[in-house]
């Protein structure tokens, strides 16, 4: 499954450039945070890796040969909380693999214990707090076993406690053998999680480098001027 | 009669239980009933699979479920009485002028309505959970019986709607049941007959009955989708 590459991939719906010519390569260890200004494309590149979103031109290869139909998961930034116990929604993933009911169930009940939500276990999913319900989706996908797991801005929104949490949970995810990409616009969530940052801007990567460099010494204008708060993409009308 | 002595009447009749009251009322229950059932099990899944995916005749079928929605029950009544008659694809069954025959009419009346009210609400549901559905690589069939799962409160308005239909056409069940006293006579049917005969104080009494089945099956449905949504959100 691993590398997975992209090479020169665009996406360009009704003739607007949302990627723009994207080169990037993915080992099988680690967190990596995609960061960025508002429309460079984060979360479509995300969309991109899911298959959700098939490119306009380019091409994106997994080790192995074609995109493994299932192993990759996404947790969007507001997940889907179908009107049903906290139990139901975490084992829902498991609904397509063929587990039987009592076995998706038990499952279910597991991963709640290590998400801290086995005593709301019956409670409805959608009276959960935002930090919560980012917790359950985290442990929905979790419970599939996933080697790639995609995260779209999962602590947006949340308080600093909640925050904590859901980036416990993260690690645990990651010790637990899974590929995380996230996209963030937590500076000191990046520091904290990742091993390696994606830049990008306008749609295109600018840079790919580990955390720590990426934060020392910025390899672009761009970068740099991010990291400093400021906004150079925000033109003047 | 004046006014309030028929009223009376139809009072006396509701209250001492009257057997013709009794009877008729019952079968309405039951064909109609029947009929939402069946119409619940074939509509709903039909509106979901209009809803999500893209296949062909989609388009086709949604347009002709809502176009059937509004038809009348007599057109309805006279194609089902056309394919049951003698003569018809299904006349050797020997089902026109009973009951069963009105709950084919019935169904065939409900499930575009109750189709065309699902197709809708899931489609909202299906707009909002699409890309994770496909992210945990539902199928189509697993896609569809979970948002008719997570629809389900909503949905009852579906089956309400069928309901109220069901029970309060005329057209169809007069020509498909023949309003044979004690055999396919309802309360519609009943009411417009009695009505015609100058039997005000029965035609009033089996409307009263009518709409206090419909005002308690809305009530009863209005208390579950309340307490559903302060239990599910």
């Known amino acids: ?237 | 009669m004046s006014f309030t002595a028929t009223f009376a009447e139809a009072f006396a009749l509701i209250v001492s239980l009257d057997a013709r009251v009794a009877e008729i009322v019952l079968l309405s229950i039951q064909v109609s009933g029947t009929a939402v059932v069946l119409g619940t099990f074939i509509g709903l899944p039909l509106g979901a699979m209009l809803a999500i995916g893209r296949w062909p005749g989609q388009q086709v079928g949604t347009v002709l479920v809502n176009a059937l929605m509004g038809a009348p029950a007599v057109v309805i009544g006279v194609i089902v009485y056309l394919l049951l008659s003698r003569s018809g694809p299904f006349g050797h069954f020997g089902l026109l002028f009973s009951p069963t025959a009105m709950v084919i009419a019935q169904t065939v009346l409900v499930i575009p309505l109750m189709a065309a009210i699902a197709r809708q609400v899931v489609e909202d549901a299906w707009q909002r959970y699409a890309e994770e559905l496909r992210v945990m690589r539902f199928s189509w069939w697993h896609s569809l019986t979970t948002l008719l799962y997570d629809c389900r409160h909503s949905l009852l308005v579906a089956v309400l709607a069928g309901l109220g239909r069901a029970m309060s056409e005329v057209g169809a069940v007069m020509i498909v049941g023949g309003n044979i006293d004690g055999v396919t006579r309802v309360m519609t049917t009943a009411i417009a007959l009695e009505t015609s005969k100058g039997d005000l104080p029965l035609a009033i009494a089996l409307g009263l009955v009518l709409i206090s089945v419909i005002l308690i099956l809305n009530t009863i449905a209005h208390l579950m989708r309340a307490w559903a949504m302060k239990r599910y959100g």
């Not at chain 1, 994207?22 to 479509?44: C, F, Q, R, W, Y």
């Not at chain 1, 996404?74 to 587990?99: D, T």
């Not at chain 1, 076995?103 to 930090?131: C, K, N, P, T, Y």
């Open chain 1, 1 to 237: 499954m691993f590398p997975v590459t992209l090479s020169g991939v665009r996406f360009q719906p009704n003739g607007r450039t949302v990627l723009d010519g994207v080169d990037l390569e993915l080992h099988d260890e680690g967190i990596t945070l995609v960061m960025g200004p508002n429309g460079a494309g984060k979360s479509v590149l995300l969309r991109t890796l899911c298959g959700l979103i098939e490119p306009s031109a380019g091409s994106l290869k997994w080790a192995g040969g074609a995109r493994p139909e299932q192993g990759v998961m996404m947790v969007f930034q507001h997940p889907m909380m179908i009107r049903a116990s906290v139990l139901e929604n975490a084992s829902l993933g498991l609904k397509p693999l063929g587990v039987s009911g009592a076995e998706r169930r038990r499952r279910a009940a597991e991963i709640l214990e290590r998400v801290a939500l086995a005593d709301r276990a019956q409670e409805s999913a959608r009276h959960l707090s935002g930090g919560e319900q980012q917790r359950l989706a985290l442990a929905r996908a979790w419970l599939t076993r996933p080697r790639l797991l995609l995260l779209d801005e999962p602590t947006a929104a949340l308080d600093p406690s909640a925050t904590a949490e859901v980036e416990r949970i993260i690690r645990e995810i990651r010790t637990d053998g899974t590929r995380i990409v996230m996209t963030t616009h937590n500076l000191g969530q990046a520091t904290r999680l990742g091993d390696d940052v994606i830049f990008m801007s306008a749609g295109r990567v600018r840079e790919h480098t580990p955390v720590q460099r990426f934060f020392a010494r910025p390899a672009s204008e761009e970068a740099r001027l991010f990291i400093q708060g400021e906004l150079p993409w925000r033109m003047p009308l």
